[in-house]
C-alpha cells in the first residue's frame, strides 16, 4: 500500500510540475470520475507550490473547482444515461430494487442539490455522489453550479493547508486518510443495515 502511495504521489507531483494549473485541473477531473487519485495529494502539492511562487492561492483552487466539475459531469452521465437501466438489470444481485431506484431518486430530487453541495466537502463521498444523482436526473445546471462551488472550498481548504505545510505538504493525506476510514466504516455500517433489511424482505 505504501509503495502505491509512493506512485501516485509521484504521478501527482509529476503531472502538476508539467501540466501547471491544467495538471491540476486535469487530476481532480480524474478524481471526481471515481479514478482514485485523492484530491489529498493534488491539492496540498498544488499549495506547497503556492509557498515557493509557483502558483496563486486562487488559480488553483479555481482549477481544481474546474476540474472537479468535468469529472462530476462525467460520472453524472454515466448514471443518467446508463445507470438506471444497469441497476434495474442487474441490481437484484446487489440487493438493490426498484424501490430502491425510486427512493433515491425522490430523495435526489428533494435534497440532491443540498446534499451534492455537502457531499463535496466529503472525502470518499465527494468522488462517487455524482453518479446517484445521474440516476436520479437532478438538474444539470444547478447540479454542476454547486459542484464547482462545493468543489471549490474543498480545493481552497487543502490548497491552504499545503501553502502552511510548505515542504511538508504529504502530511495532510497522512490527516485525511484517518478520516477516509472512518467514512468508509460508516458507509460499511449502512451497507450491512441495508443488506439485513433487504434480506429480511425477503422471508
Not at 453541495?117 to 454547486?146: C, H, M
Request: hydrophobic fraction near 50%; charged fraction near 15%.
Amino acid at each position: 500500500m505504501e509503495h502505491l502511495i509512493q506512485s501516485i504521489t509521484s504521478f501527482v507531483t509529476d503531472i502538476i510540475s508539467a501540466g501547471g494549473y491544467t495538471g491540476v485541473g486535469f487530476l481532480m477531473a480524474l478524481e471526481s470520475s471515481a479514478i482514485p487519485i485523492p484530491s489529498e495529494i493534488i491539492m496540498p502539492f498544488a499549495g506547497f507550490l503556492v509557498s515557493a511562487g509557483t502558483f496563486t492561492l486562487f488559480g488553483i483552487s479555481f482549477a481544481g473547482a474546474f476540474g472537479s466539475m468535468i469529472g462530476s459531469a462525467v460520472l453524472y452521465y454515466i448514471g443518467y444515461y446508463g445507470g438506471r437501466p444497469v441497476v434495474e438489470k442487474y441490481g437484484k444481485y446487489f440487493l438493490i430494487n426498484h424501490k430502491d431506484l425510486d427512493t433515491a431518486e425522490r430523495f435526489f430530487q428533494k435534497h440532491g442539490q443540498l446534499a451534492n453541495l455537502i457531499g463535496r466537502v466529503l472525502p470518499v463521498v465527494r468522488t462517487f455522489i455524482s453518479f446517484p444523482a445521474g440516476i436520479a436526473r437532478v438538474k444539470i445546471v444547478p447540479f454542476l453550479t454547486l459542484s464547482f462551488i462545493g468543489s471549490f472550498v474543498w480545493s481552497l481548504f487543502l490548497g491552504y493547508i499545503g501553502l502552511k505545510l510548505g515542504q511538508n505538504w504529504q502530511l495532510i493525506h497522512e490527516y485525511f486518510k484517518n478520516i477516509d476510514y472512518v467514512i468508509v466504516a460508516v458507509l460499511l455500517l449502512a451497507l450491512g443495515y441495508y443488506i439485513r433489511r433487504h434480506l429480511k424482505s425477503k422471508d
